[in-house]
């Protein structure tokens, strides 16, 4: 604190230097001011030289002397005035900086205890751990926010943290169960919350109520068509998903990626890809499938995995066990850009990967150009690895791959 009295006190005299010299300009002694003895010493000159008689000498000096001196005790006023300015000045600028400064900033031995500043008001900015931990809390004083609940169950998709998710934004569609908005939320946190990320009870009827109230809800519409391809119903899939299409402006950057959607979900359904001649769906299936295949792999990605197991690990599987194939980013978030859940007892099976398998819109197959291909035995019917699963994960590849992937489980999860 040496260093901060110090640097006050020289500060305060530099203001002083300021103000205090034109507080002498005028003299001590009740003498003229420095006009008045200039025109008083110019009259006696004059008079000296013998410009003015002694009579006009006498008249201007006694028009002199009607002006008022400065008062007897003028020359005390300037030693009070510049008193009381060299006590108020450092008292003032101290009062100030105990307010709204930092004293402790300029003393060396405290510098190292004070917090890094990175924020505009000072304070280190919070982690987004820290941010979503906060509102938490401030939420447990705030059971009725309704915004608050909104923004902290996104908060928590974003982190891939979808319990959390579902809890808080079941407090949101309680406060507010007929907003459309909230309900697809609702839905979207309840479905991915499950182990299988299915859209199927109250979420399914949530999506179906929001839609009911507003047909055109573009999210609404997107999930009904996720939820219709999970049910194999590729048929209402493709009506939402083209419905759809009609909503989005021209140059919409989902436009691409949504027409993939559809080809994929028209190939499954053995229909001709749009904009086929009208005779093509009258030709057989199997021709048909065969152009929409070629649709799809020209449009998106198409992964065919193989997947088997080892022998020595075969033995280990229980009838009620559950196979995940899945394709996730080689970096980043491991939520799944595409997955398909089978009866681990299918094994040996063949299973196809492309964009429709994808839970969410922004994170799907065709967003990379390479991705690691993994299959997992789940005893627990999750899709997150638990202890006990089995697994294979393999080297990235790469999305635009047309050959099969030979995938062998061999391993097992600790």
Same mark, same amino acid.
């Given at each position: 604190m040496n260093t901060f009295w110090l +640097?006050?006190?020289?500060?305060?005299?530099?203001?002083?230097a300021f103000v205090l010299p034109p507080l002498w300009r005028s003299n001590g002694d009740g003498e003229p001011s420095g006009d008045d003895a200039r025109r008083l010493h110019a009259l006696e000159q004059a008079h000296a030289a013998g410009v003015l008689s002694d009579e006009e000498y006498a008249a201007k000096h006694a028009a002199l002397d009607t002006i008022e001196p400065a008062p007897a005790d003028g020359g005390r006023r300037p030693w009070i005035a510049a008193a009381l300015l060299a006590l108020t000045i450092p008292a003032g600028a101290w009062?100030?900086?105990?307010?709204? &400064?930092?004293?402790?900033? +300029? @003393?060396?031995e405290a510098h190292g205890a004070l917090p890094t500043m990175t924020a505009d008001d000072g304070s280190t900015p919070p982690s987004m751990d820290q941010a979503v931990a906060g509102l938490a809390e401030r939420l447990r004083n705030e059971p009725d926010n309704l915004e608050g609940w909104l923004l902290l169950g996104r908060a928590y998709k974003s982190m891939e943290?979808?319990?959390?998710?579902?809890?808080a934004l079941a407090n949101a569609y309680r406060l507010a169960p007929d907003q459309p908005d909230v309900m697809i939320e609702y839905a979207e946190a309840l479905a991915l919350s499950t182990p299988e990320r299915r859209f199927d009870g109250e979420s399914l009827a949530l999506l179906q109520r929001a839609t009911a109230q507003v047909p055109d809800h573009q999210r609404g519409l997107w999930l009904l068509g996720i939820a219709a391809m999970q049910a194999g119903d590729y048929a209402q899939a493709i009506e939402r998903w083209e419905y759809l299409q009609t909503l989005l402006p021209d140059d919409a950057d989902a436009i691409a990626s949504l027409q993939t959607q559809i080809d994929a979900a028209r190939e499954r359904? &053995?229909?001709?890809p749009q904009g086929a001649p009208a005779g093509a769906a009258a030709s057989s299936t199997g021709a048909a499938s065969t152009a929409a295949s070629q649709?799809?792999?020209? @449009? &998106?990605p198409r992964l065919t995995v193989q997947v088997d197991v080892a022998p020595g690990l075969a033995e280990r599987i229980g009838p009620s066990d559950t196979l995940f194939v899945f394709a996730r980013a080689?970096?980043?978030p491991r939520m799944p850009l595409a997955i398909q859940r089978l009866a681990a007892g299918a094994l040996p099976t063949t299973v196809v990967l492309d964009d429709s398998s994808s839970m969410m819109p922004q994170l799907k197959l065709s967003s990379l150009p390479e991705v690691v291909i &993994?299959?997992?035995?789940?005893?627990?019917?999750?899709?997150?690895p638990q202890p006990g699963d089995l697994e294979v994960l393999s080297a990235p590849v790469a999305t635009s791959r047309r050959e099969a992937l030979r995938l062998t489980i061999d391993r097992v999860v600790e």
């Open positions: +640097l006050t006190g020289l500060m305060s005299l530099l203001a002083l009062m100030i900086y105990r307010e709204l &400064g930092q004293p402790a900033a +300029l @003393d060396p943290r979808f319990e959390p998710a579902r809890e359904a &053995g229909m001709p649709a799809a792999a020209a @449009d &998106g080689p970096n980043g &993994g299959a997992r035995i789940s005893r627990s019917g999750q899709a997150t």
